[in-house]
């Protein structure tokens, strides 16, 4: 019994998080967006200094390696603060966590081969990061936006994982 009126609470609560996201005027939309924006520059900060000192002062020879352990840095600062306070996600962090992986999967896999190879034949080596991060900046604020901290995406898949188990 006890269960059941958790369950209708939480689930009482993302809908009114779905609510209060639905009604979200342009100009918090706006205000979400700078948060972001604010978030991933110093997640961007990470990912730099970290850079810059495994590939330039260390001087590890391995453009990708560099770049891997510090995109990944700034991918757990990134979701920690976003989740918390721009998106205000009060949905299942498992799940979130999971839908973020999946946007990982292909990007990282696809910016170390892709920013390696210009690596290789030339360019600057933090130019190519800053290049990646601008494209991991854009594509992960539209997939953050809707679908990790997506209270109804999210809802929606810790049901069906319910009901499986």
């Known amino acids: 019994m006890e269960q059941i009126s ?3 609470n939480t689930q009482n609560n993302l809908t009114e998080n779905n609510i209060i996201e639905e009604k979200l005027s342009k100009k918090q939309q706006f205000f979400q967006f700078l948060k972001f924006l ?4 110093s997640a961007g900060l990470i990912q730099i200094l970290s850079f810059e000192l495994l590939y330039h002062i260390i001087k590890w020879d391995s453009w990708w390696a560099t770049y891997l352990i510090s995109v990944v840095l700034s991918v757990i600062w990134n979701f920690t603060f976003n989740r918390k306070f721009t998106f205000k996600s009060a ?4 799940v979130s966590m999971i839908l973020a992986l999946l946007f990982y999967v292909p990007f990282i896999p696809l910016s170390v081969f892709g920013g390696n190879a210009l690596e290789q034949i030339g360019w600057n080596g933090t130019l190519v990061t800053l290049i990646m991060m601008v494209i991991n900046f854009v594509t992960e604020f539209i997939w953050d936006k809707l679908v990790v901290f997506n209270d109804k995406v999210v809802s929606k898949l810790t049901k069906l994982d319910k009901a499986k188990q």
């Open 38 to 41: 604010g978030f991933s520059l």
């Open 6 to 8: 958790n369950e209708q």
């Open 91 to 94: 949905s299942n962090i498992t």
